[in-house]
Nanobody, 125 residues
Framework: QVQLVESGGGLVQTGDSLRLSCTTS????????MGWFRQAPGKERDFVAA????????SYADSVKGRFTIARDNAKNTVYLQMNSLKPEDTAVYYC??????????????????WGQGAQVTVSS
């Protein structure tokens, strides 16, 4: 069983930056495609970003492209989401996800098997 633990959420103002971290258990982290998703109250869980095993390839939702950056440190079993120029519409619970068998950068929640508990990000106007 793979466990994922997010950290780094909080309350910030419009234009501020925040970095989320997600640390996983186990030795196979470097074989997982990792993703970040977010879910606002009353809405579906939406794709934010994904990163390949090596970190060489990334993908982003259009709404965060140019503002958010996903990165990973395989030596620390950790994936990061650097969020800059935050907007009130970025307010949501952010989840990291891991998938050991994905051959592409998945953008759908059902493509990932393992999930963290979520971290609240609130951006005030």
């Amino acid at each position: 069983q793979v466990q994922l633990v997010e950290s780094g959420g909080g309350l910030v103002q419009t234009g501020d930056s925040l970095r989320l971290s997600c640390t996983t258990s186990g030795r196979a982290f470097k074989t997982y495609v990792m993703g970040w998703f977010r879910q606002a109250p009353g809405k579906e869980r939406d794709f934010v970003a994904a990163i390949s095993y090596s970190g060489a390839t990334t993908s982003y939702a259009d709404s965060v492209k140019g503002r958010f950056t996903i990165a990973r440190d395989n030596a620390k079993n950790t994936v990061y989401l650097q969020m800059n120029s935050l907007k009130p519409e970025d307010t949501a619970v952010y989840y990291c996800a891991a998938e050991p068998r994905l051959l592409k950068l998945g953008a759908r929640p059902d493509e990932y098997t393992y999930w963290g508990q979520g971290a609240q990000v609130t951006v005030s106007s």
